[in-house]
């Protein structure tokens, strides 16, 4: 029952998660194409107002005409609608699932022996919530001391990038593969969500209150913002890879799965720089084929082996497989404890689940969850042959 319960809050949170996810995504993506396509005006009424670039455009039945002032209109309007809620709520929604399924859970999810011995649950949840909050501390410091100096962009970009490999190999060495992409993940998408609330949306606040009180704008605000929301749209596809990739066993339970993120996430950023350039008119295939490269190498690398490991002459009698399902797979999977509701503890829930059985432990090897029982290769290559000769 406290299983299933858990179950529809994960699926409750979730699903809100996703959704302000595609808010958030969706608004940040328009604005960065909107900016990179803006036309410098023709019109001297335009220029007159302080018109910088403006667009048309025609979307469900309307037409639409965008124009950025820069740094500013010269009065404010009465109604300004401000882009953060959606942000804020995607953080919250993906907090709280993470919490709920990773904290709540931590044995089975967050910490896997044969990583790293963490001496108590307590131990590896505070330091998952450091890992977090430290993501943060770290790329502000990073944006904050050279931001603003020569080829600031530049140096800060190659800083943030090693900061993520080396926090990526940390996460892997310390938790569960599949616990650690996600905390990358979360831990890039914190620095997201941070620089909308500490960063852009202050900065903006200290914009409208300078004009107010009659005085020129200070332009670092805005170049600031800028900055920050270049990294948010760089982060982008790399987080959703990671949110993403807890559906992937195979991505996160190689012993290089920091190597693996690693690369993917590298892949992602450079189609999405592929995109952002082509915003503004350039077609630069060549991101494609770099992060297409990449891709490939990463699934040629990872490509399960042809044959098991381990031959077996005879396949084995339900009887032997039963033995190692109850030894291996029966703490979490029997008539009182059912994970993802599969039960194995009867012959027949053998039979009936031998496909499942055959994907989550030969094909994917993401069962036993983080070998947590200590199967071994034999045992594998033993289920794998009574599946491929009838599973029965
Ligand atoms: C420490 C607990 C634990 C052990 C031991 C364990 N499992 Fe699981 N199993 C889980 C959890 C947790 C899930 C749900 C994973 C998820 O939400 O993606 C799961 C899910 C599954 C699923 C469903 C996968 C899907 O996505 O449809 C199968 C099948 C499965 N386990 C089989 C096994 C087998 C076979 C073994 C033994 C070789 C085993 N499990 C050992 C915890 C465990």
Redesign the pocket.
């Known amino acids: 029952m406290e299983t299933y319960i858990f179950d529809w809050i994960n699926l409750l949170l979730r699903w809100l998660h996703v959704i302000v996810g595609i808010a958030w995504i969706g608004a940040s993506f328009y604005f960065v194409w909107l900016d990179n396509s803006l036309q410098k005006p023709t019109d001297p009424a335009l220029k007159e107002k302080g018109v910088d670039g403006e667009l048309w455009a025609v979307h469900g039945g309307g037409f639409y005409n965008p124009q950025k002032y820069m740094v500013a209109p010269k009065a404010l309007p009465d109604h300004l609608h401000w882009f953060y809620w959606e942000s804020y709520w995607t953080w919250m929604s993906g907090f709280a699932l993470f919490v709920t ?1 990773y904290l709540f ?1 931590a ?3 967050l910490i896997d022996k044969n990583v790293f011995a963490w001496g108590s649950s307590a131990a590896a949840i505070v330091a998952s919530l450091v890992y977090l909050v430290m993501g943060w501390v770290v790329y502000d410091a990073i944006c904050r001391l050279f931001g603003q100096r020569k080829n600031g962009d530049l140096i800060v970009g190659v800083l943030v990038f090693l900061y993520v490999i080396a926090a990526t190999y940390i996460a892997c060495h310390l938790f569960a593969g ?1 616990a650690a992409f996600l905390l990358t993940g979360a831990m890039l998408a914190t620095a997201m969500s941070a620089n909308v609330l500490m960063v852009i949306i202050p900065g903006q606040k200290k914009t409208i209150a300078a004009m107010k009180s009659g005085q020129t704008p200070d332009p670092l605000h805005p170049m600031r913002a800028k900055q920050r929301s270049v990294h948010n749209t760089y982060f982008t596809l790399p987080v959703l890879f990671a949110m993403l990739s ?2 992937y066993s195979f991505a996160y339970s190689t012993p290089y799965n920091w190597l693996v993120l690693v690369l993917i996430m590298l892949a992602g950023a450079l189609i999405r720089q592929f995109f952002v350039l082509k915003h503004k008119g350039r077609w630069e295939y060549k991101y494609w084929g770099v992060a297409g490269v990449i891709l490939l190498g990463v699934a040629a690398w990872l490509a399960p082996a042809a044959k098991p490991s381990v031959a077996i002459a005879k396949a084995p009698q339900i009887a032997e497989i039963q033995a ?2 109850e030894a ?6 029997n008539a009182n ?1 059912q ?4 039960a ?1 503890h009867t012959p027949e829930l053998l039979v009936k ?1 031998a496909q ?2 055959y ?3 030969v094909v994917t090897r ?8 200590q ?1 071994t290769e034999e ?2 290559a033993k ?1 794998g042959a009574w599946v491929q000769a009838g599973g029965k």
Do not use: G
């Open positions: 399924l859970n044995q089975t999810f599949r807890n559906h190692i399902i291996r797979c029966a703490m979490c999977h404890v994970m993802k509701n599969v194995l689940n499942l059985i994907q989550q432990v993401a069962m036993p969850m983080n070998n947590s029982t199967i045992e594998r289920i």
